[in-house]
């Protein structure tokens, strides 16, 4: 990604502020990965120190072989819209074949089309920006999941104590 297109907001100070912004990334589906990246995204152009720990299904986003594949599911997803006619997605075609790929597909498209980066773009904008990525060490224990299989650009695998030691004084945002 070259640097020309990273979409970190500018507030026009590079002072840091000496707020710091903790964010738990637990989900692993596509549409619950970016509230966490904006977020974190915003917090960095206001000059604000960010850490992302990512645990359980969150490790999705920092898996090399997942990133790139992030699902969103409808079912369950009462507030999910149609692409035209501002008409709700009845839930009960929520569970049939192919919905997951088709409501996947509109978001990536969605999402591409106002200039938003994919979940690998942006976490690369996030640490380029100096956000910090961590991973949970019961989720990697339990998934059986090492630093090999992570992003280059984690720091390290933590205890949750860990984090919350490191992290202390942030705002925590529990995603």
């Known amino acids: 990604m070259s640097e020309e297109s990273f979409i970190a907001p500018d507030?026009?100070?590079d002072e840091p502020t000496g707020r710091k912004l903790a964010i738990i990334c637990s989900k692993g589906n596509l549409d619950m990965a970016y509230p966490g990246l904006i977020l974190g995204n915003a917090a960095l152009?206001?000059?604000?120190?960010?850490?992302l720990f990512f645990t359980f299904w969150g490790?999705?986003?920092?898996?090399?072989?997942r990133a790139d594949d992030m699902a969103f599911s409808p079912?369950?997803?009462?507030?999910?819209?149609?692409?035209?006619?501002n008409?709700?997605?009845?839930?009960?075609?929520?569970?049939?074949?192919?919905?997951?790929?088709?409501a996947t597909r509109m978001l990536k498209k969605s999402i591409a089309d106002i200039g938003v980066p994919t979940v690998p773009e942006f976490l690369d904008q996030i640490v380029a920006s100096g956000g910090r990525l961590w991973a949970c060490r019961m989720s990697a224990d339990m998934?059986?999941?090492?630093?090999?299989?992570l992003r280059d650009d984690v720091q390290a695998i933590i205890s949750a104590s860990d984090f919350i030691e490191m992290t202390e004084g942030a705002q925590l945002l529990f995603i």
């Open 143 to 149: 998934f059986h999941v090492d630093k090999e299989d």
């Open 75 to 85: 079912a369950g997803n009462a507030a999910m819209r149609l692409p035209v006619g």
């Open 87 to 102: 008409l709700r997605m009845p839930q009960s075609l929520a569970p049939a074949p192919g919905m997951t790929a088709l």
């Open 11 to 13: 507030f026009g100070s």
């Open 45 to 51: 152009g206001e000059g604000v120190q960010v850490d």
């Open 59 to 65: 490790f999705d986003m920092i898996m090399t072989e």
